[in-house]
């Protein structure tokens, strides 16, 4: 008997002791410190599809936006960025291969809005099961907002200041179109006659964008946007008389919603 209890009480401290291992192999990632290095190794733990991944509990509070950025000269980089109990457990995650850019465009790029303490996680992987080799985390705070304190700030209303870059979210009870699009509208004042830059970058979905003079969601339409660049995402560069207007973010995917930055500027060439 006494044997039986000393095997459960061993095999109970041996389960501690490896939760308190994996616990200490996932490294703290704080935005704006140095690069974080990491390993993907045969080791590691594997995924359901047999790619093996590292975990990273990244160090985040409430308000803030967060680009991470995964980059490796050896393998095809795959990132995931979301909140939930584990890296293995994530709710709402964010996900990307290639749009970090590097020297063979390869590098991985997610940009989130943290609305709440999370846990958030980043885990890194490769596109496919023979992916190991070295990584570097760069992660970056950008100078946003989030929709949500914009409304709160200004009693409902979605209230843009020029120079403002405000991260926000398409759902499915945002206004809606006729045809049935979801849509947000964010007010804001041309001043002078300089050149207004909108660009709106969505990894969610199609992104469209239009410049109503007077208001939302009636208005003048005064431009508008779909894909620039080779992507989906929308940009506007317009000479802008002085008075209210209008940005309205949509998308071309009928129902489609998720999230999405806004971010604004004068000055520059018009379009």
């Not at 047999?50 to 680009?67: A, D, W």
């Not at 300089?194 to 339409?221: H, Q, S, W």
Request: hydrophobic residues 40%.
């Amino acid at each position: 008997m006494f044997s039986l209890r000393a095997s459960a009480v061993l095999a109970a401290a041996a389960l501690t002791i490896s939760s308190g291992a994996m616990a200490q192999s996932q490294p703290e990632v704080t935005p704006g410190g140095a690069p974080t290095p990491g390993e993907l190794k045969e080791t590691d733990p594997v995924l359901e599809d047999g790619r093996v991944y590292g975990c990273h509990r990244l160090n985040v509070r409430p308000g803030q936006v967060v680009e991470v950025i995964m980059a490796s000269t050896d393998f095809d980089a795959f990132l995931m960025v979301g909140k939930g109990s584990s890296c293995r457990s994530m709710i709402n995650a964010k996900t990307d291969d290639d749009s970090g850019g590097g020297p063979e465009g390869l590098d991985a790029q997610v940009v989130v809005a943290v609305d709440d303490g999370g846990p958030w996680w980043i885990r890194t992987s490769g596109v496919n099961q023979t992916h190991f080799g070295e990584y570097y985390l760069h992660t970056t705070l950008m100078p946003a907002v989030l929709g949500v304190e914009v409304r709160r700030a200004n009693r409902g209303r979605d209230v843009i200041e020029m120079g403002q870059i405000v991260a926000d979210r398409l759902t499915d009870e945002s206004p809606q179109s006729a045809d049935g699009i979801y849509f947000r509208c964010h007010d804001f004042v041309a001043e002078g006659s300089m050149v207004t830059e909108i660009l709106l970058n969505a990894a969610d979905f199609d992104a469209y964008l239009t410049v109503k003079a007077g208001g939302c969601p009636g208005g003048r339409v005064v431009a508008e946007n779909d894909d620039f660049d080779d992507t989906l995402d929308s940009r506007i560069r317009r000479r802008l008389p002085p008075g209210p207007y209008a940005i309205v973010v949509s998308t071309v995917d009928g129902y489609a919603t998720g999230d999405y930055l806004l971010t604004t500027s004068v000055g520059g060439i018009e379009d």
